[in-house]
């Protein structure tokens, strides 16, 4: 099946870079280019393509007002194409938060080495024309509305996620009150994203969320996001673990991974709960199997709620999930199954 692509960037020199990546495939078409949101409204219309490439900063409209007139009048997937910097980290989330399917970052020049950049770039306009597209989930009081009675220092919930995850991870930490047992997480997510992602988090969140560093402690009501380019893992005893943050090699073509920081969980498995959320590939799905086995409850997002369900659907697949979930249940699973 041929994937149609509309390309839109202010930049005729990005355009162009972009439509020639695309066209030398087999299965990706550009069947259009816009300078600017208008433009790109009018080809929409016009020619009805599977997928939108969508600079973050645009001009005439910037473009997360056209992204969201867009998921709110024609929702599309959209992959964002962003700058490495802390303003393009922040648009880019906001951007997510708003409907987009993910993003890719582009090099700091034009003159760079797009190889790397172009074969990512593809493999997620590919994955974005099968995606499920839902609408953004709004958060109320009441999602706010669980409470832990457990021994939470003894306790630690597990979550990994990629494509569509930085909104999952989002909808589930925000539903663990501030006596939750402490939280790690490894999202698929550049540097300077992870910071600006922990951030994010922090503000919207009941318990506090940090970027974790190396040597950091983890404590309850706390969690704790592996740092873009490195693996996080779980070090130490239960009631005094600590992050080992690290650049080893890249597991599964990610650093950070989620089989690493599943991995390092299985020795305290009796007292862990895990969960993996949407995502393109099959990370975190070995390392689910192995915490199961272990003895730690496992659950995995449902397809019908996932953005992609590549990651958890490679969980279902190796029997890895005590449970399979809509997002809105993960987190009152996990804490109800710690509290048991």
Known sequence: ???????????????????????????????????????????????????????????????????????????????????????????T????????????????SASADWQQVGEELCRKIRMAAGSIWH???????????????????????ALGASTGGTEALSV????????????????????????????????????????????????????????????????GKPGAWKAKVSQFDKVNRHRPSVDVLFASLVPYASCCRAALLTGMGHDGAKGLLQLREAGAHTVIQDEATSVVWGMPGAAAALGAAVKELPLSKIAQNLLVALGR
Not at 66 to 90: C, K
Not at 136 to 147: E, K, N, Y
């Open 1 to 91: 099946m041929t994937v149609r692509v509309l390309v839109v960037d202010d930049s005729a020199l990005m355009r162009r870079i972009i439509v020639s990546i695309l066209e030398a495939t087999d299965d990706l078409k550009v069947v259009g280019e816009a300078a600017d949101p208008y433009e790109a409204r009018d080809l929409i219309k016009a020619l009805s393509p599977d997928v939108l490439t969508l600079d973050v900063e645009m001009p005439r409209m910037d473009g997360l007002s056209f992204l969201g007139n867009l998921m709110r009048l024609r929702p599309m997937p959209v992959i964002m194409v962003s700058t490495l910097t802390e303003r393009g980290a922040d648009v």
């Open 172 to 235: 589930v930490l925000q539903r663990f009150p501030p006596e939750a047992p402490a939280v790690v997480m490894a999202q698929h997510i550049p540097p300077v994203f992870s910071t600006s992602y922990a951030h994010r988090l922090d503000r919207t969140c009941k318990i506090q969320v940090h970027e974790a560093e190396d040597g950091m402690a983890i404590l309850p009501g706390h969690a704790y996001l592996a740092p873009g380019d490195f693996h996080l893992q779980i070090v």
């Open 135 to 157: 609408e953004p989930v709004r958060t109320t009081g009441q999602d706010h509305a669980l409470s832990y009675t457990g021994h939470a220092a003894n306790s630690i919930i």
């Open 93 to 108: 989330l906001q951007a997510m938060a708003l409907g987009a399917v993910d993003f890719i970052t582009k090099p700091m």
